[in-house]
């Protein structure tokens, strides 16, 4: 609670003391009223100013508003009664404006809670950057201040305060606060790290390849912290609501103090002012619109900030609402669904090969491949080497020739080794065996004489077949997979995965035109949202109702285009996503119709004579309560 | 031009106050006020001068909220 909380407390608890006693104490007339008039006025003089200065300024119609009235009203019909020679009744208008003034309480202490727990969830911003000064010794410096290329030392414990490249030591790095993911990250030299990690275990030095402004981290507590001014429709409904509300009651109240009264004298019978007055005054306690006005705004702000503790950044509120209703996925395939690295698949042998027993012979396909292979630029090379998996020693490769389209040869050891495509093998004349994977075929022969052939393919992720199943258990109706890969590749993946449509051999303009004619088949409340790891993707991101960006890790591109970034590139995190907004959807929904509901019955209640103050009292601060509690639900997220 | 400040207001109706009374003040685009981040967002129409256009934003504020504050 911050100072001017607790000054609030201190002033309720002083008026409920206040009350307690008054309710002993056998006074009566008008000295009771100056003795209520104490804590009446400790505890709402604030209110009172305010509806005062409202007035003054022509702002009517808001809750102070409501509530000075209500209460003014109520002690003044107290008087009145006194006057008459009736026991009035002070302790009403007191209380509305105690528990009034609870409730308040009690919403700003929720809510800088929750403020609080979402900062903490994202307290990645660093305070500090280490900079070796001519001594030797470390200098702490503002990050701001820090130039590109700066070399900057990160020890043990602390966070990385700006995004660059290892230049010395090794060391793990937990990336929970930016990925949701709790397994550290190995690091060593040559490595780029991105800022909001923290060091877990060897001293870093890191030369900055960027500045502090546009490293990850900043790009990142900018995105969460602005996104809650996208609002959602939600939001704006009731911002127009609370607009045309507020002064609704009020007149309803109005009319209901004043026509009953005047249609009882024109009957000819009693007119019942006070009646019809404290069923007027009841009306306003009960009208006050806080419950919503405070409720939907923090259900969002919750669920935004869970999201972003799972490592899902959602760029508005609008969203985040927009999520619940995806009926169609549409995933680019490269570096989405599949790792977007080539790697061996598959190794096949011929049934008499020339390098001995299968699993050795296997390595040695392998190491004369990569060998081979070594020279070349081309990523088949690079998966080749990480397939073999040892040192490649460059002394043994000789009389290396590359063939344009075909592959290479070269002597390895001695011996003649071709590797490449089945051209290669048609043209040196040798006899192989045709491999049919799905992927890229790298065929070997060794002097000669045919000796295997490697499969090379990007590999599906491990979690995209159980992401596409929990989207379609989450109510997505169609998955489609775009692409410009070959059909059998294309083909291979989608039936491997289960989704419903593939687009194969598209360009990159393709793939806008496919999401627009998959946008013109949607009904009118569903959204499409498209999937992509954000490299080149960026057109087909914004031309979706929702862009979702996976990886952001080291893609700006990415973290611009999309509405939505997933920091890992876990595609299961979509599902997550949907769960979430829906999670908050419900909660805004549930709020929306038990505040209005709770409101409109007690309403007629009141209007009715039914339900006296203390009734509502409750319909106030009693749902104002219910629904704040509620939102906060919001910011707790099941894996 | 588009410019975040702090701001400090206790209840979401007055920040929904704050954000319709910055909105009408002459030099200002549009405004965004976040009650849950206390913050609020002003972009400023061309040429405007941003530092007299957020003296009228702060005034157009305390008439609405004389509790507000933006720390400019």
Redesign the interface.
Known sequence: MNK?QKKVLYRIIIASCMMVALYFVPVSGMFRFALYLIPYVIIGYDILR?AF?GII?G?VF??NFLMAVATVGAMLLGVYEELTGGDGEFAEGVAVMLFYQIG?LF??VA?GKS?RNISALMDIRPDYANIENESGGLEQVDPDEVAVGTTIVVCPGEKVPIDGCVTEGSSTLNTSALTGESVPREVSVGDQIISGCVNLSGLLKIQTTKEFGESTVSKILDLV??S??K?SRSENFI?KF?KYYTPAVCYGALALAILPPVINLLLGGPAYWSTWMIRALTFLVISC??AL??SI??SF?GGIGGASSCGILIKGSNYLEALAQTSCVVFDKTGTLTKGVFQVTDVQLPTSNPLGEAEEARQRLLYYAAHAENYSSHPISKSLREAYGESIDNDKITDVEEIGGHGVTAKVDGHNVAAGNAKLMQKLKIDYTECDGIGTVVYVAVDGTFAGAILIADVVKESSKEAIKALKSSGVKKTVMLTGDAKAVADYVAGELGLDEVHSELLPSDKVNRVEELLAAQGKRENLAFVGDGINDAPVLSRADIGIAMGAMGSDAAIEAADIVLMDDNPLKIALAMRISRKCLRIVYENIVFALGVKGICLILGALGIANMWMAIFADVGVMVIAVLNAIRCLKVKM | MKKSYKIEVDCANCAMKMEEAAKTVEGVKDAVVSFMTQKMNVEFAEGADDKAVMQAVLKACKKVEDDCEIYL
């Open positions: 001017k305010k200065l300024r702002q808001d809750e308040e919403q700003a809510v403020r912290e602005n809650s001014m609002k911002t609370a619109p806080c006005v405070i705004p923090l702000f």
